[in-house]
T-cell receptor, first 113, second 109 residues
Framework: NAGVTQTPKFQVLKTGQSMTLQCAQD?????MYWYRQDPGMGLRLIYY???????DKGEVPNGYNVSRLNKREFSLRLESAAPSQTSVYFC????????????FGDGTRLSIL | GIQVEQSPPDLILQEGANSTLRCNFS?????LQWFHQNPWGQLINLFY???GTKQNGRLSATTVATERYSLLYISSSQTTDSGVYFC???????????FGTGTRLQVFP
């Protein structure tokens, strides 16, 4: 049981390049999330998807787009990467039978030069 | 917006010691959870604890929702407990968590 799988684990981009971060979960969860974690800080929610076909903005959505491809997969896209988007990105999922714990992937460390 | 304050920000312990970590919320939250981020960056969900007390081995957590705080107790600490502990809550009952800035714990042998 892999849980939440993120790819890639590491990526270096140049300013202006585009990139899609992939996330898949095998726990049959309805809800999926994308967070970013900056040095010395907690996680901040970028986007959220309560079910296939639905997405909603979190605290810091600017500069990002998301796609809930199916129940298993939720991707995060940077259309034109900026140095301020250098961060560690985490995907999470939960069973949205209201009030369930979130389970996290191992993260993608993204550097933008 | 809601503020999530964790204390202490840093904690250094010798193996075998006990500790209490605190999380205060500026407003009511739902879905309160505690996470451990290990030195390799992995985030593990420790407790889902909107109210009351739960225990899991050497760890236990208590949330007093009416007073907007939660406590995480670590007993007989081990070096593998090192890392950063985060609390998070959902102020709008929408499954969108707001995280605190964490308590960094270092346990030395």
């Amino acid at each position: 049981n892999a849980g939440v799988t993120q790819t890639p684990k590491f990526q270096v981009l140049k300013t202006g390049q585009s990139m899609t971060l992939q996330c898949a979960q095998d726990m049959n969860h309805n809800s999926m999330y994308w967070y970013r974690q900056d040095p010395g800080m907690g996680l901040r929610l970028i986007y959220y998807s309560a079910s296939e076909g639905t997405t909603d903005k979190g605290e810091v959505p600017n500069g990002y787009n998301v796609s809930r491809l199916n129940k298993r997969e939720f991707s995060l896209r940077l259309e034109s990467a900026a140095p301020s988007q250098t961060s560690v990105y985490f995907c999470a999922s939960s069973d949205n039978r209201h009030n369930q714990p979130q389970h996290f992937g191992d993260g993608t460390r993204l550097s933008i030069l | 917006g809601i503020q999530v304050e964790q204390s202490p920000p840093d904690l250094i312990l010798q193996e075998g010691a006990n500790s209490t970590l605190r999380c205060n919320f500026s407003d009511s939250v739902n879905n309160l959870q505690w996470f451990h981020q290990n030195p390799w960056g992995q985030l593990i969900n420790l407790f889902y604890i909107p109210s009351g007390t739960k225990q899991n081995g050497r760890l236990s957590a208590t949330t007093v929702a009416t007073e907007r705080y939660s406590l995480l107790y670590i007993s007989s600490s081990q070096t593998t407990d090192s890392g950063v502990y985060f609390c998070a809550g959902d102020p709008y009952n929408t499954d969108k968590l707001i995280f605190g800035t964490g308590t960094r714990l270092q346990v030395f042998p």
